[in-house]
């Protein structure tokens, strides 16, 4: 027997009344796109929700596990919408590590990673490379190997002459 209609909401209307999107467009994005999951299974934009139910959410970095508490088709204020799911136990805590990981990037670099922004530089990488180590190995060294003993270094102008290679780590 199916639930009556006031008990069930299409997925990407719930995601945006719930506030994990901005946009229906983009919950019906993501949903799409596979980064929702409802029950374990991939879905639709359009598949029906109700109370109990389960959905994993992937958004940028961050993943939440919840239970649907409640249905709305209307967004509203942000303490409304809390109402909406419960997040697990289980959730919280990888959401609290993943944040815990990138404050202790933050105290290393100095700034933020901005996602898909520019790539650290080497000095950043250096830093990051050595002080990971005291934190416990975040992110180890990567040893560069080279073949053969030596390299011939050419500008347009001259050749600078020969630099041997050997391994070492930055």
């Known amino acids: 027997m199916t639930p009556p209609s006031f008990m069930t909401v299409r997925i990407d209307k719930w995601l945006w009344a719930a ?24 879905v639709k934009p359009g598949h029906t929700l109700k109370i ?6 992937g958004k940028e970095s961050i993943e939440w596990i919840v239970d649907v508490t409640g249905v709305s088709e209307q967004r509203g204020p942000a303490r409304e919408a ?6 697990t136990a289980q959730s919280q805590k990888k959401r609290q590590e993943e944040s815990e990981k990138k404050r202790q990037i933050v ?12 790539r650290p530089t080497k000095r950043e990488r250096r830093r990051l490379c050595l002080q990971s180590q005291d934190l416990g190995g975040l992110h180890p060294p990567i040893p560069l190997l080279f073949e053969g ?3 011939e270094v050419k ?7 020969a630099i041997p290679q050997t391994p070492f780590f930055f």
């Open 19 to 42: 506030r994990f999107f901005k946009t229906r467009a983009l919950a019906a994005q993501a949903v799409t796109g596979g980064r929702v999951h409802l029950n374990g299974a991939r």
């Open 52 to 57: 109990g139910d389960q959905l994993k959410i």
């Open 82 to 87: 809390i109402l909406l799911y419960q997040e």
């Open 107 to 118: 105290a290393i670099l100095g700034t933020a990673p901005i996602p898909g922004g520019p």
């Open 149 to 151: 003993s030596k390299t």
């Open 155 to 161: 500008s347009k102008s001259k050749t600078l002459g």
